[in-house]
């Protein structure tokens, strides 16, 4: 999507991934078809099988997860597993990123 | 009938009554019935017996990926689909994808993501599934199957209530006898226990309070029941060309609309449907050994039906078996016309009449014999199996066994 580098966010971390980005991975890693494989941040979109089913059956998730509205197309356009989690956050207030 | 013989070369089946071929025909040469107390419930309707597929797991057959995209009916008609697939030993071989139809009849389509959908949106305000759409879809089975076997020719679905698996068989063996496709793999699927779906016909007051009593006295209404069958239909000869022994002929089919009633049957429509039916097979009402009639245990079905099967078989209705499935898995709905087909096919098969379960007596109205409560020896050559759905839509298949 166009407005995915506006709307992407930069979690403050020491390097580690926050506890907020584990639970968004783990929700993609559920919904990928190759249970091989192990998402990080830095899985690139290329390496792994992830389709607009996928995206939107984690978009889903999170709503439910989170309680909140996420105004992302399936069609969204993104590189890294990074650049999607980083979305999905944006999506989700301050106070609800907590574990 | 004009064009090239038909053979069934594939059969598979998901009923209240087995989830196999051997299974299900097992229990229906027993007599046994699926028809059980409706206890369970978390609502309430008024009749307490119905015909539920209890014992389907849906993961034992799908990953979760696959399940958020397969609502219930369409999960049915896949693993019937496999079965028959499997049986007809196609998998293997090389038929052209183009050439490949599949047609699944469908009464109600996605009906429980759609109950689930509405229930989340008027009673709890949760979030509706994201696959709801693609779940709903009276198309969906057909679609998945055609993946599953990669069949690329016509795929879809159709409906006409409790005719839909008995045109899709039609409109099947048409397409191979009008030389579009060598290939049909054809049925029909309902799921039925959402609350929506059990109130609906609650509401409808055709819902037997006791059980499933066709052509018997003291009949009082339907059952409910489920799910799925489908067969693989084609060309005579191509199953022995590869070493495949086909389980029976499909001889041929009749259609017929009663221009009438939503829901009152009409005896001359069903008549017309016979009729055509066996003159599409070019046979005689004399050649028909056993009839499986569409016979739903409603006061109005089963006397129509009757008349029109005395009208065909004028003066001998008498001494050609006659017997109703839905005594023993009620209806299946857009399903019930392939799961009947695949007990037709048994009888010829086993040379078998499966009994009518539940019967009390005779009703003078009636004049058949509904092969009450006991299996009966019969070598069956030729087989007549009834679809006759709301809105007077009718579809009459005619079976003949396997030669050899």
């Known amino acids: 999507m166009s407005d995915m580098v506006a709307r992407t966010t930069v979690i403050e971390t020491d390097g580690r991934p926050s506890d907020v980005e584990l639970r968004i991975i783990a929700f993609i890693q559920k919904e990928i078809q190759d249970k091989s494989v192990v998402l990080t941040r830095a899985t690139r979109r290329e390496e792994v099988a992830i389709d607009s089913i996928d995206v939107v059956n984690v978009v889903f ?17 993104f590189e890294t597993v990074g650049d999607l989690v980083d979305t999905l956050i944006s999506f989700i207030p301050a106070e609800k990123r907590g574990a | 009938m004009t064009g090239p ?30 028809i059980v107390a409706l206890d369970d419930l978390p609502f309430s309707v008024r009749f307490t017996r119905a015909a539920p597929i ?24 896949t693993v019937a689909a496999r079965q028959a697939w499997a049986e007809s030993g196609l998998a293997g071989d090389a038929v052209d994808p183009t050439r490949i139809a599949v047609i699944v009849g469908t009464a109600n389509s996605g009906i429980d993501i759609l109950d689930e959908g509405f229930r989340r949106i008027f009673k709890t305000g949760a979030r509706i599934p994201p696959l709801t759409i693609p779940q709903t879809m009276g198309s969906a089975p057909a679609s998945r199957i055609a993946r599953e076997i990669g069949a690329r020719g016509p795929v879809f679905g159709i409906t006409s209530a409790c005719a ?4 899709a068989m039609l409109v099947g063996a048409s397409l191979i006898r009008a030389g579009l496709v060598d290939v049909a793999l054809v049925g029909g699927t309902d799921s039925c226990f959402s609350e929506g779906y059990l109130r609906a016909w609650d509401a409808l007051r055709v819902v037997a309070g006791d059980t499933c009593r066709p052509f018997s006295a003291g009949r009082k209404g339907l059952i409910v029941g489920e799910g799925s069958a489908m067969l693989v239909l084609e060309r005579a000869g191509r199953a022995a060309a590869r070493g495949a022994r086909p389980v029976a002929r499909f001889l041929g089919s009749g259609m017929s609309s009663d221009a009438g009633d939503l829901v009152a049957p009409d005896p001359a429509g069903m008549e017309l449907a016979i009729r055509h039916a066996l003159a599409d097979a070019g046979l005689p009402a004399d050649a028909v050994g056993y009839v499986n009639a569409h016979g739903t245990g409603t006061v109005a079905n089963d006397r129509a039906e009757a008349a029109a099967i005395r009208a065909v078989f004028a003066g001998r209705a008498e001494q050609v078996p006659v017997s109703s499935t839905k005594s023993m898995v009620g209806h299946a709905m857009g399903a019930s016309g392939a799961i009947e087909a695949i007990a037709t096919i048994a009888a010829l098969e086993h040379g078998l009449v499966p009994p009518t379960m539940n019967y009390l007596g005779p009703d003078p109205e009636v004049g058949l014999d509904p092969t009450p409560e006991v299996a009966r020896p019969a070598a069956i050559d030729v087989a007549l199996s009834n679809s006759f759905a709301f809105g007077g839509l009718n579809v009459s298949l005619v079976f003949g066994r396997a030669e050899g």
């Open chain 2, 54 to 77: 209890r014992d389907f797991d849906p993961s034992a057959h799908f990953d979760d990926r696959n399940l958020s995209m397969l609502d219930r009916f369409a999960q049915y008609a």
């Open chain 2, 164 to 167: 839909s698996a008995a045109h």
């Open chain 2, 5 to 34: 013989g038909l053979e069934v070369t594939g059969r598979g089946i998901v009923s209240s009554l087995g989830q196999s071929v051997e299974a299900f025909a097992a229990a229906q040469f027993a007599g046994r019935s699926a």
């Open chain 1, 61 to 77: 998730a999170i709503e439910e997860e989170f309680d909140i509205e996420v105004d992302l197309t399936p069609d969204a356009k």
